[in-house]
């Protein structure tokens, strides 16, 4: 073997070892919403790429791995991605992927991905009229929501969602 | 293989682009083409149109917009925040004097008109599109043409010398033709051209004296290589012609495209609601003929172009919800009318007293903390949000025409905030951009209905009763005047209007006693 192979190969395996530390190029960093401390946070990475119809589809990335594990397309071009969550709880072994999407005007969709090996699994949705925020406890997510305005005092109805996932013995991705 | 390739570009493309550049140095002294082009642009665009709602201008909107922005931010809860906002509009908003049933009527008229020139602007937008479409063409074909014409010149011409004698030049010699070739493209092209499809393009330049035909011995060279070779060579060449007499081309597709605007007035107004893509292509014949053919107009269209567009007269544009009609948004669909942009108004400003300029209360629940940014920035008669609004500007589905978007970029994200902002208290911005997020919605779709549960709402909330209600009222109600309708459905006081006082009846002349018979 000369010596000029060697140096190749071996800055072959320094790369190829430095290609897991991130995720795939143009991604960005998944926040965990962290409830507790002993909850060990494995590193999600997330992609958001636009298509030639202008239909924007997500791909989430485990560290160290460049395959996709959840890509997720929208329904209309005119939706677009706004934020993903990623989030733990103590009752089951998975992960989720907490994400809204801006849909018609001001409404917003919120979906609940379960993070499994490459099988896109929809555990929630739910449409709001208008923008929404959320809560995480230990055991459960609460979705402040909104229906339709009350046309007389000009705010809409609050409709409060309570999420839990079921408590399945598994392990995750 | 690679030698060969290299030699082509050193020796016939790089002579060929100097060439032009001298060109281009030649005609700047007599013809610049791209002057004329600024000048005439200049003079479409018109005056600069400012965005003007209520006497304000632009420029103070922004500041209306920040003031609340500010307020949001130094409140110290939610419930103050609201007052403090709701104090604001109350003092300073452009519509606080007007009543409720006067902002109702100035809605309902500013709609009318939109809904009107938004038609007519889709007509003549897709017309202008198809008359640029069937002008490249016909420049294209006509470049191939001639640049055809010219190699089969130059293979004769090679074949009686070159070929007999079976000998080749070397490549070298290749740059002494350099002026030929000049010449060559001077008789051949610019003159054919101009007088096969630009005749009414005024020529200012000196035309070069034509006549002989001009043998080289570049050709020999040229002849020489593959077909292969020769046949890239001669895209290329195509190519780099197009662009050279892209300025002049565009100023053409203009000279025609200009004329189309004034014969929109001869389609009825029923027609006009009725043309959708099956009609438009028909509808773009019609008023190009009625043009041409009226003695007393000096438009004239030219006879190719008039042929091109009868063959695509009965070609239709295919299904609303084609990948092509639904981007474009010009087309516009028959059942988004003005009676149903005023009934999603109606659930969305309600509320408000029909104020285009408030924001709503989501402008007041902030993401992190009271001094976080605002959670959504909907406000105005469209309630969009601002991701929205620059994913549909983006995208090229919100063009607007109630400002002057010359200085505006589709894809700038700045650029996009700023219209945002101006589009809080301009009533007309909002009303357009309403129409034309509901017309991509319902062409998608391809049902009113569902396009506007899409446009905002749930399926099961109660917005799809109160809409078909608000439909229903306004087929119920219809009269000469579209305001006293859409007071009637949209909750004002209605207007009394002075009938005309009726005619007095004519009052026959007593009829005359006939005299009586003397006995």
Not at chain 2, 123 to 148: G, P, T, Y
Not at chain 2, 252 to 257: L, Q
Not at chain 2, 414 to 427: E, G, I, P, T, V
Request: proline share 5%.
């Amino acid at each position: 073997m000369n010596w000029l192979d060697k140096i190749f190969l071996i800055v072959l395996l320094m790369s190829s070892f430095s290609i897991g530390a991130k995720g795939p190029k143009g991604s960005f960093g998944l926040k965990q919403v962290k409830v507790n401390s002993y909850i060990t946070p494995k590193k999600f990475w997330a992609k958001v790429v636009e298509q030639a119809n202008y239909a924007k589809s997500l791909h989430v990335f485990v560290e160290g791995k460049s395959t996709p594990i959840l890509t997720h397309q929208t329904d209309f071009p005119e939706d677009n991605f706004k934020e993903a969550f990623v989030l733990k709880f103590v009752t089951s072994p998975r992960y989720y992927l907490y994400t809204t999407w801006n849909k018609g005007a001001h409404s917003e969709r919120v979906i609940i991905f379960e993070l499994m090996g490459a099988v896109k699994k929809i555990v929630f949705e739910h449409v709001s009229s208008w923008p929404v925020s959320f809560k995480v406890t230990d055991k459960f997510i609460t979705i402040n929501a909104t229906s339709e305005m009350n046309l007389l005092t000009g705010t809409p109805k609050k409709v409060d969602l309570i999420w839990k996932p079921k408590t399945t013995s598994g392990s995750g991705p | 293989m690679y030698k060969d390739l290299s030699k082509l570009i050193v020796f016939t493309i790089l002579p060929l682009l100097a060439t032009q550049a001298g060109y281009a140095l030649t005609m700047t002294a007599a013809f610049n083409p791209n002057k004329t082009l600024r000048a005439i642009n200049n003079q479409m665009s018109g005056p600069q149109a400012n965005c003007q709602t209520g006497g304000i201008t632009s420029t103070s909107l922004l500041n209306h917009f920040d003031a609340i922005r500010k307020i949001v931010r130094a409140s110290t809860s939610r419930g103050r925040c609201q007052r403090a906002v709701t104090n604001y509009y109350r003092q300073k908003s452009m519509w606080k004097d007007f009543s409720k049933t006067q902002r109702i009527q100035f809605i309902a008229q500013s709609a009318m008109e939109l809904e009107k020139k938004l038609r007519n602007e889709g007509i003549i937008k897709n017309c202008q599109q198809s008359i640029r479409d069937i002008e490249q063409i016909r420049a294209k074909k006509l470049i191939d043409k001639m640049v055809k014409k010219i190699f089969s010149a130059a293979y004769k011409a090679d074949k009686k010398y070159d070929y007999k004698s079976g000998q080749r030049l070397p490549s070298k010699h290749f740059l002494k033709y350099y002026d030929d070739l000049r010449e060559i493209f001077n008789r051949f092209m610019r003159d054919q051209f101009f007088e096969a499809y630009a005749p009414n393009v005024p020529k200012t330049f000196t035309p070069l004296p034509s006549g002989k035909k001009v043998r080289s011995r570049i050709y020999q060279e040229f002849w020489s290589y593959t077909s292969f070779h020769r046949k890239t060579v001669e895209s290329k060449i195509k190519e780099e012609i197009y662009k050279y007499f892209e300025p002049f081309i565009e100023l053409n597709i203009k000279r025609a495209t200009q004329k189309v605007e004034p014969g929109v007035a001869l389609i009825s107004d029923k027609q006009r609601k009725i043309v959708g893509p099956q009609m438009m292509n028909g509808a773009c014949y019609e008023i190009v003929k009625k043009l041409h053919d009226n003695r007393s107009n000096k438009i004239k269209f030219s006879a190719n172009t008039l042929k091109m567009l009868k063959k695509k007269s009965s070609k239709s544009l295919g299904r609303y919800s084609s990948f092509k009609n639904k981007r474009n948004p010009y087309l516009f669909h028959h059942k988004v009318t003005k009676e149903a942009v005023l009934c999603i108004i109606k659930q969305e400003t309600q509320s408000t007293d029909f104020d285009p300029h408030t924001l709503n209360y989501t402008f007041c629940q902030t993401a992190i903390g009271r001094r976080g940014s605002p959670k959504s920035l909907a406000h105005g008669m469209a309630q969009m949000t601002r991701d929205s609004f620059v994913g549909g500007r983006k995208m090229g589905i919100l063009p607007l025409t109630s400002i002057d978007e010359s200085k505006f970029d589709h894809g700038s994200q700045s650029d996009n905030f700023k219209l945002f902002k101006m589009m809080a208290s301009s009533s007309d911005m909002q009303l357009e951009v309403l129409f034309r997020f509901l017309n991509n919605r319902v062409k998608a779709f391809g049902k009113l209905m569902k396009g506007v549960i899409s446009y905002d709402q749930d399926r099961k909330s109660k917005y799809t009763r109160n809409f078909k209600r608000c439909m229903a009222c306004f087929k119920k109600n219809k009269s000469s005047y579209f305001e006293d309708s859409a007071i009637k459905c949209m909750g004002g006081t209605p207007i009394v209007r002075t009938r005309p006082t009726p005619r007095p009846k004519r009052k026959h002349p007593p009829p005359t006693p006939r005299p009586r018979k003397r006995k």
